[in-house]
C-alpha cells in the first residue's frame, strides 16, 4: 500500500499559511515527526470554547477529522492540560492551533454551532 499522505510539516505550514491569508493566526503549538507525524488542529475563535479535531483512520482505510474534544467554558485550564498531555504521549503528535472564525473549514469539518 502506497502512503499518499502530505509530510505532516508541509500539511501543518500550508493550513497556518492558508488562515493568516483569511486574516486569522495560526501557531505551532507542539512539533511531531516531521514527515509522517499525525496532526491535531485546535479550532479557536474569541470567546467560543477551543475544539481539537484529530483525523483517525477510518475501517475504509480513509482518514477523517474527528472531535477529540471541546473546551468546557467552566475549566478552561483542563483542555490544555489535555491536549499537553496528549503532545507527550505521542511524539509524532503536532499540535497546531488556528485561531480564526470558523477554523474548521480549513480541515473540511462542517461549522461548529455550539
Known amino acids: 500500500m ?4 502530505l509530510p505532516a510539516h508541509l500539511e501543518v505550514s500550508g493550513l497556518i499559511r492558508a488562515v493568516e491569508a483569511e486574516g486569522g493566526f ?9 514527515t509522517a507525524g499525525t496532526l491535531m488542529v485546535i479550532c ?3 470567546a467560543t ?3 481539537a ?10 482518514r477523517k477529522w474527528v472531535l477529540s474534544k471541546e473546551q468546557d467554558p467552566e ?13 507527550e504521549q505521542d511524539d509524532d503528535l503536532w ?11 480549513f480541515i473540511d469539518v462542517a461549522p461548529h454551532n455550539g
Open 95 to 105: 499540535i497546531v492551533e488556528l485561531d480564526i472564525e470558523n477554523a474548521e473549514r
Open 49 to 51: 470554547p477551543a475544539r
Open 75 to 87: 475549566n478552561p485550564h483542563e483542555f490544555m492540560a489535555w491536549y499537553r498531555r496528549r503532545g
Open 2 to 5: 502506497i502512503d499518499d499522505r
Open 26 to 34: 495560526g501557531m505551532v503549538i507542539s512539533k511531531g515527526e516531521r
Open 53 to 62: 479535531y484529530e483525523r483517525m483512520p477510518q475501517l475504509d482505510g480513509s
Open 44 to 46: 479557536c475563535n474569541r
